[in-house]
C-alpha cells in the first residue's frame, strides 16, 4: 500500500477503549469459570461445553474479519475448519509414539493444522475472490462440500513401503502385515488423543480476538475496509485489492484451522459429516455471525456464546426448547437490525448517556 493510501486512511493507531472492553470481559468470564470449576459448582453439562464454545467463538471472530471487515460473503468456513482437523489428528496420530511430550506434539498440531488451512485459504482464495456477492458464497460453498466429501471416501494407510492411498476401501490399501490404517473413509481417524482443555481454547480465543481487534485498528485493517467501502475509491488511493483479500482471506483459514484442530482433540473418533463440516456448519457459524453483528468482534464473542450453550441448558424444558431458542433468536435480530431499536440502543449507550451528563452539567456551570 502507498504512502498516500496510508496517510489517508490515518496511520496506525492504539488499541480504543471498546477493544479493551472486549478482552477484559473474555478475560473475566474464564476467570469466573476457573473460579467455579475449582469449587466444583460448574455442572458436567457446561464442563463439556466449554471447548466447543471456544470454538464456536474462534470460528465467528475469524468468518467475521471476512463478512464484516473485508466485506464478502463465504460459506465454505467448514471446510477450512475440516482441513485444520483431519491435518492435526493425523499428525498427533502419526507422531504419537516419536513425539512422546504431549504439549509439543500437540502446539506442532495446531500450527500445522492452521497452517494448512491458511495454504487452502490461499489456494482457492486466488481464484475465488475475483467474484463477489451470491457467486464467491456459492463456490465457497461448493469447496467445503467437497472437502467433506473427499475426506469421507479417503483411505489412507502406511506400512514399511510407504503411505497408501485409496477412494474405494480399506483392503484396496493393500497394506503389509505391520502396516497401519490411519483414514478409515466414512469412519474417519480413531485414537486421536483427547489433548483439548478449556485452558487451551482459552488460549487460541484470545489469540484470535488480539489479532482480529489489531488488524481492524490498524493501517492495513482500514485499507480493508476502504475496499469493503469502496473498491473503486480504495483502488485510486494505491490500495492492492488482491493483496489485502487473499491476506484476510487466509488469515480466515487459518484461525478456523485451530478451531478445527480444538475440535478434533475434542473426539475420540474424528468423522466427517454434515452437521460438522459441511453446509449447515457453515450456515451455523454465518448465524453466529449475524446475529452478533457483522463487523463487530464483541458481538460475535456473545452470539457465540449464547447460541453455543443455550441449546443444552433449554435440553430440559423438552418440547419448549426449540420455541424458546427461535423466539430469542428472532429477539436478536430485531435488536441488532431494527433501525428504531438500533437508534434507541444508540442513544441509552453508555457513551452517549455520559455525554449527555458532561453538557448538562456544562449548561448548569454556564447559567
Not at 458436567?44 to 466447543?52: A, E, H, I, K, Y
Request: with cysteine.
Amino acid at each position: 500500500m502507498s504512502q498516500k493510501a496510508i496517510k489517508l486512511l490515518g496511520g496506525n493507531r492504539p488499541v480504543d477503549k471498546n477493544s479493551a472492553i472486549t478482552v477484559s470481559l473474555v478475560v473475566a468470564l474464564f476467570a469466573v469459570i476457573e473460579v467455579l470449576k475449582g469449587t466444583g459448582h460448574i455442572s458436567n453439562l457446561l464442563s463439556g461445553l466449554l471447548v466447543p464454545i471456544c470454538m464456536y467463538i474462534t470460528l465467528a471472530v475469524s468468518l467475521n474479519l471476512v463478512v464484516g471487515i473485508l466485506g464478502e460473503l463465504s460459506l465454505g468456513h467448514a471446510g477450512f475448519m475440516c482441513v485444520g482437523a483431519y491435518a492435526s489428528a493425523l499428525f498427533s496420530l502419526v507422531t504419537k509414539d516419536a513425539i512422546p511430550m504431549m504439549w509439543l506434539r500437540f502446539l506442532l498440531a495446531f500450527l500445522i493444522g492452521g497452517a494448512v488451512a491458511a495454504i487452502f485459504g490461499l489456494l482457492i482464495g486466488i481464484p475465488v475472490l475475483r467474484l463477489k456477492g451470491d457467486y464467491l458464497a456459492i463456490v465457497t460453498l461448493a469447496f467445503g462440500e467437497i472437502i467433506k466429501n473427499l475426506v469421507t471416501i479417503l483411505h489412507l494407510g502406511v506400512d514399511k513401503h510407504g503411505l497408501h492411498f485409496s477412494t474405494e476401501s480399506v483392503a484396496a490399501l493393500r497394506l503389509a502385515d505391520d502396516g497401519k490404517i490411519l483414514i478409515k473413509g466414512a469412519l474417519g481417524i480413531t485414537g486421536v488423543p483427547k489433548s483439548s482443555t478449556f485452558e487451551i481454547g482459552f488460549v487460541i480465543v484470545m489469540i484470535t480476538l488480539l489479532v482480529s481487534l489489531n488488524l481492524v485498528r490498524s493501517a492495513k485493517g482500514r485499507a480493508i475496509m476502504a475496499i469493503r467501502d469502496n473498491r473503486i475509491a480504495a483502488e485510486s488511493v494505491g490500495i492492492n485489492i488482491t493483496t489485502y483479500k487473499l491476506f484476510v482471506f487466509s488469515l480466515s483459514a487459518f484461525f478456523a484451522g485451530l478451531a478445527g484442530v480444538l475440535y478434533s482433540h475434542n473426539l475420540a473418533t474424528l468423522t466427517a459429516n454434515t452437521n460438522n463440516f459441511g453446509y449447515n456448519m457453515s450456515i451455523s457459524i454465518l448465524l453466529l455471525v449475524v446475529l452478533g453483528g457483522v463487523g463487530s468482534i464483541r458481538g460475535s464473542v456473545i452470539a457465540a456464546i449464547i447460541l453455543t450453550a443455550l441449546p443444552e441448558l433449554l435440553r430440559g424444558l423438552s418440547d419448549y426448547r426449540m420455541l424458546i431458542y427461535s423466539i430469542l433468536l428472532i429477539v436478536i435480530m430485531l435488536f441488532n437490525a431494527s433501525p428504531k431499536l438500533v437508534a434507541l440502543r444508540e442513544r441509552f449507550s453508555p457513551k452517549n448517556l455520559i455525554k449527555r451528563k458532561k453538557a448538562q452539567k456544562e449548561v448548569q456551570a454556564n447559567v
